[in-house]
């Protein structure tokens, strides 16, 4: 993959500035653990949340700034796609696996949209996860075809939600997509993670997320402990000792200890277990960590 420094800018935002550049893609379907297929129109995402697990992506793609201040925009990924499509096999495609693909820059660029219309012209199933509503500018082609709505939700508490997931949108926004998405037709899901650890991973908390899920009519729901993914603890460890000091070691045992882990992870399941089961989402449960 190549960038091209000279097509970058930088746009500002009240809440941050985020670097955007566009670069050229050789793949833009591609294999994938999660899915048949993951497609991803951008690297990197705006939305700045402390626990992404695509972090790791700087690895392959150094940049200057940080994560969740650059996004390079894949220029050339409808062509690319078209190109592919001609001998993929049709089959479920994740989108996205390593950024939001309804993240603001695509508000200008489309990629996803555009690649969403390929897919389902030719067959293939779109899993779209998203914490943005801009996905529901996409009904429409969504609604030719087979595909399923999901939002990711760490929890029902916005300020917390602010801290962890800065320019992501409103958690209730992101249940506004789900309502809009099942007056379309169209299957939904829910992500509920990860659980943030000591802070919305209680039973009462975990019993408020799957009481809105049952009153959405949600189709299926997965839900997420964090996880020590390469680059996320120092992140994590940041917001920690900024703001919930008293967790800092706490959470590090929860990830580095393998006993404390284990237990962790126990009861964790224990509880998500009884809030499926009083709200009758037990069969709706697909994964769980």
Partial sequence: MQRSDEASHTVRSTRASITV??????????????????????????HGCIYCYARFMQRFHPHREAWGEFVDVKANAVEVLRRQLLRAKPGDVFVSSACDGWQPVEARWRLTRQCCELLVQHGFCVNALTKSSLVLRDLDVFARGSATISVTVTTLDEKLSRL?????????????????????????????????????????????????????????????ALNPRPRVWPSVARLLREKFPGLHGRCRRMLFDETVRREYLAGLGERVAHAAERFQMDERLVSCF
């Fill in 164 to 224: 962890w997931e800065p320019r992501s949108a409103s958690v209730e926004e992101r249940f506004r997509v789900i309502r809009e998405a099942r007056r379309a037709g169209l299957r939904t899901g829910i992500m509920f993670g990860p659980l943030l650890p000591y802070l919305s991973d209680n039973q009462e908390s975990i019993d408020g997320l799957f009481e809105r899920a049952a009153d959405l009519g949600i189709d299926s729901i997965a839900v997420d």
């Fill in 21 to 46: 550049r566009e670069i050229r893609c050789k793949t833009i379907l591609n294999r994938s653990p999660i899915s048949d297929y993951s497609l991803n129109c951008y690297v990197g995402c705006a």
